[in-house]
């Protein structure tokens, strides 16, 4: 392995922990400084990496991990200031690229001490990319949600199945044979706890979560088909006044009535005093009474956003039973329900039982620094929400095993590994692969995949 792919984390908590497993299963050497010596062992028994109990202000902790044969550097330390002087040593020691993940906003700034200072390459600040996701979200209101892959070529939709939906009972291949004025793919179907990378006779179920990728000049048609509407949202109520809740209200209060609801009489005062057009309340998001009184049975999403798993999926549930307890029709764009979850068992967990969305801060992290890893192989990353699944686009090199046959020929292969090539760039034209599909070499496909087979992924395409 080359000394490019060597990889030192330091801190194994949150994000350092999910980097290091996804790392490790794409075949990355992994090295973890971490000083919590309660972590270290837990991550024994669930890690297949060198694990080192040390300090990161500690040369000797570095020198240890051989840092001098490293080739990147990714500091995720509890610690802001830990991580930035990170950065520093490591480039002393010669590492060349040095990711640092970091609470503060005003540090992403570049007011007085710019990332270039500091010798970091990319700096990740993972509540505000959950905040950013969250904005993305609300302006997708009529559905569950919607990724743009491709440079936004093509675009994946993300939809519960009900009883009135034309996939209701229906395999991918009955769709494309019925639906022919259409371009599509059901590309992942999440089915209670478990996920799905479907396959030509895979049946769709009621209260299926279907993801069907589509050229974006189809999207719209083909939502009208599956009679989603689409409807801008203009209420919405966030619980939780803390780095996420506040920074989505301040990302969104020009463009949507809010209402912001804290449990902490001085942080909502504060809150009250640096947001100018969103309405704060103080009080309990998880009473009913609350809720009602502070209009949530007029409000169209309610999103929850507090350091409290329980309390965002609990609160989430009551909130979508009081929006659409009026008849309201719960697939259109009214009654959503967006929950910050920190626990990734509780993920799955929460979309099986109502919730719409469930994000998660340190997967945010970790996708936006796998990104910036593998850009030179992978052009881009998208992880599918509720679902176990990555949507990944590559570029097939000219002798990889990808490249100039049928994808049929493939098909046990993609199968066995939990693979399916969505679309293909082809003369400049993107199309959604089909079975007699020939990918080209320097063709730019995009592949989904469950996350642990990203590597076979990789494989394929080099």
């Known amino acids: 392995m080359s000394k490019d792919e060597s990889t030192l984390i330091l801190g194994i908590g ?11 299963h794409e075949g990355y050497p992994v090295t973890v400084i971490e000083s919590d010596s309660d972590l270290i062992e837990a991550a024994t028994e669930s890690l297949d990496a060198r694990l080192i109990c040390g300090n990161a202000m500690h040369l000797s902790s570095w020198r240890e991990a051989n840092a001098q044969g490293m080739g990147l550097m990714i500091a ?5 200031s830990t991580n930035m002087l990170s950065s520093l040593i490591a480039d002393r020691f010669g590492i060349e690229r040095k990711i640092v993940r970091t609470r503060s906003i005003d540090l992403m700034d570049g007011g007085i001490l710019s990332q270039e200072d500091f010798k970091i390459d990319l700096m990740v600040h993972p509540e505000e990319l959950v905040a950013q996701e969250i904005y993305r979200l609300v302006q997708r209101a009529s559905c569950n949600d919607i990724t743009a892959v491709g440079e936004g070529n093509m675009l994946v939709l993300a939809m519960r ?36 990378i479907p396959h030509a006779d895979d049946q769709i179920r009621p209260l299926d979560q279907v993801f069907i990728m589509a050229r974006s000049n189809d999207m719209r048609p083909l939502m009208q088909m599956m009679k989603i509407e689409h ?71 309610f999103i929850a956003t507090t350091g409290d798993n329980e309390a965002n999926i609990i609160s989430c549930l009551l909130a979508k039973h009081l929006m659409n307890r009026n008849n309201r029709d719960q697939h259109t764009g009214h009654g959503k329900t967006i929950a910050l979850v920190n626990k990734e068992d509780y993920l ?25 890893i593998r850009r030179n192989e992978i052009l881009s990353v998208a992880h599918l929400h509720g679902v176990d699944a990555e949507v990944v686009e590559l570029i097939a090199a000219p ?12 098909a046990s292969y993609f199968r066995q590994h939990k693979i399916l090539i969505g679309g293909v760039e082809q003369d400049g034209v993107w199309k959604v692969a ?26 394929l395409f080099n």
């Open 14 to 24: 949150g994000v350092g922990m999910h980097l290091a497993q996804r790392l490790v």
């Open 76 to 80: 995720a330390t509890n610690d802001d």
């Open 161 to 196: 199945v009900n009883e009135d939906s034309p996939l209701i009972h229906k395999t991918p291949k009955e769709l494309s044979e019925k639906h022919t004025e259409y371009h599509f793919r059901v590309v992942a179907i999440a089915r209670g706890i478990s996920t799905i």
């Open 231 to 301: 409807k801008k949202i203009d209420c919405m109520m966030i619980l939780g006044g803390g780095l996420v809740g506040s920074r989505v209200a301040q990302l969104l209060e020009k463009e949507v009535e809010i209402k912001l609801i804290e449990n902490n009489q001085n942080r909502a005062d504060e809150l009250a005093s640096d947001l100018k057009y969103t309405e704060v309340i103080q009080g309990d998001g998880t009473d009913a009474n609350v809720l009602v009184m502070s209009g949530l049975d007029v409000t169209e999403s």
């Open 348 to 372: 799955v967990l929460a979309s099986t039982i109502g919730l719409d969305i469930a994000l998660n801060a340190k997967i945010s992290a970790a996708n936006e620094i796998l990104k910036f």
């Open 399 to 410: 002798g990889s095993d990808i490249a100039r046959k049928p994808l049929k020929k493939l």
């Open 434 to 459: 089909v079975g007699s599909t020939e990918i080209q070499p320097h063709n730019r496909v995009i592949a989904v995949c469950s996350s642990q087979n990203l590597k076979k992924v990789r494989q």
